[in-house]
């Protein structure tokens, strides 16, 4: 029998009741939510170079009460990370060795309680040869500076979530972008001069 991998992307910490709504045939779900602090040991949880693959365990005591409460022990799992990049994380994928107990996946960014998604899903599915999960999830608001992602998972023993690895992106600073954009539109100016100049003396040589 197959099951559904439900999961969703919620990074802004949002004010409301903490209740959802189970779907039919869903029997585990994956959240990324946006807490204070709950990084016992930071130097476990940083995430401080984009592009740089770093792995994503899951476990029960990573979870905040307030992510766990009510729910049964064996049944989910967190992740904790540390936005330490210097940027806002616009992007994150997550890979998971496949099948989990023979589930497929299916990810949305419907929220979570009073967390709401910041990035929204971009591709859910099995690798070609099918022994991954590949979870990609981008733009939104995206997850600021200094800020913490907590990946949480509802329905499956998290020890099921075996070879996790994540992968974040982030968007320059606007100086940065204008700085770039201004050096480039020099380079160009300056090597449009040397090629004028370059035709000219060729033109005055041939005459």
């Known amino acids: 029998m197959k099951y559904l991998l439900r999961v969703l992307f919620v990074v802004a910490l949002l004010c409301g009741g903490s209740g959802f709504a189970h779907a039919d045939g869903v029997d585990f779900r994956m959240t990324v939510l946006d807490p204070p602090n709950m990084c ?12 740089t693959q770093f792995n994503v365990g899951l476990s029960a005591d990573a979870c905040p009460p307030g992510v766990s409460a009510g729910l049964t022990p064996g049944t989910f799992g967190c992740f904790v990370g540390d936005n330490l990049t210097g940027a806002t994380i616009t992007s994150l994928i ?4 496949a099948p989990i107990e023979g ?5 949305d ?3 979570q ?3 709401q998604s910041a ?5 859910c599915g099995l690798n070609q040869d099918g022994t991954k999960f590949l979870l990609n999830f981008a733009g939104g608001a995206g997850v600021a500076p200094l800020g913490d992602i907590i990946v949480f998972e509802e329905g499956a023993d998290p020890a099921d979530f075996t070879g996790g690895t994540g992968v974040v992106g982030i968007t320059p600073e606007p100086d940065s972008l204008l700085l770039f954009s201004t050096g480039v539109m020099m380079a160009g100016l ?3 001069r040397r090629i004028w100049t370059a035709a000219g003396k060729s033109a005055d040589g041939n005459r």
């Not at 997550?94 to 060795?97: A, K, P, R």
């Not at 990035?119 to 591709?123: H, T």
């Open 119 to 123: 990035l929204n899903v971009v591709s």
């Open 113 to 115: 309680g009073n967390l």
């Open 40 to 51: 016992a040991d930071p130097s476990l949880c940083f995430i401080g170079d984009p592009g």
């Open 190 to 192: 300056y090597m449009s």
């Open 94 to 97: 997550l890979t998971f060795d």
């Open 109 to 111: 960014n419907g929220g």
């Open 103 to 107: 589930q497929t996946a299916s990810c």
